[in-house]
């Protein structure tokens, strides 16, 4: 859905445990879905995508699930490690453009 | 491979300036794709163009905001008449081809404009 609000939500987890970040979507005409990971001053970086005919995938240390039945996605990072410590977003295919989520800020401890 | 350049990375200008903003595509890749980051918030998508063609221009302003993508050089994002609240990080992004299932956007580092 459309990014809204000032406050992003905040993830704390400690190095080495596993993280799961939540997004919901509002289309369910979308068929494709991806997750950005930005971190300070920098551009996406794009993690893994999942099209909606599959409901999991997965890539080095992390996976994504889809649950299209209640507009769910959600990103699983495993291993969780300091490098990890960024804004998330997930983005859902809308025609040419992507639609990003507000985003949820990971903090990892040491 | 170089991947999606922007420049400049940081711009100041007063109000009723004009702002360009140039985004080189990842080699390979024929479209662009402009959006708009507010602080703490998601990105927005503002405009989507091929060589010499604009696709989709559904997110940007009617006034002030325009984008080109000729056939030589890269891609520019002009805002006119600059305004307080057009200061944000502008990103570019370019994929291969333009299925918004089959084909990845993937970003440069962004110009952060600010309006004095």
């Known amino acids: 859905g459309e990014s809204v609000g000032l406050h992003l939500p905040t993830l704390s987890v400690q190095e080495g445990d596993n993280s799961i970040i939540n997004c919901a979507y509002s289309?369910?005409?979308?068929?494709?879905f991806i997750w950005y990971k930005q971190e300070s001053g920098k551009g996406p970086q794009f993690i893994i995508d999942i099209r909606s005919n599959m409901d999991k995938r997965q890539g080095q240390r992390v996976t994504v699930l889809l649950n299209k039945t209640v507009k769910h996605l959600s990103l699983q990072i495993a291993a969780t490690q300091p490098g990890d410590s960024a804004v998330y977003f997930c983005?859902?295919?809308?025609?040419?453009?992507?639609?990003f989520g507000a985003g949820t800020i990971l903090r990892v401890k040491s | 491979n170089a991947g999606v350049m922007q420049n400049p990375r940081h711009l100041v200008r007063r109000r009723g300036q004009e702002a360009r903003l140039r985004c080189s595509p990842m080699k390979g890749h024929s479209h662009v794709y402009w959006y708009r980051q507010l602080p703490e918030e998601g990105l927005k998508f503002m405009v989507y163009l091929q060589k010499e063609n604009i696709i989709d221009e559904s997110g940007m302003p009617k006034e002030r905001f325009s984008a080109e993508f000729p056939k030589e050089g890269p891609s520019i994002l002009r805002i006119q008449q600059v305004v307080r609240g057009d200061s944000a990080a502008y990103f570019c992004?370019?994929?291969?081809?333009?299925?918004?299932?089959?084909?990845?956007?993937?970003f440069g580092p962004g110009t952060r404009l600010l309006v004095l």
């Open positions: 289309n369910s005409a979308s068929d494709y």
């Open positions: 992004a370019s994929s291969p081809g333009s299925a918004i299932s089959r084909e990845t956007q993937y």
């Open positions: 983005a859902e295919g809308d025609g040419n453009k992507l639609v």
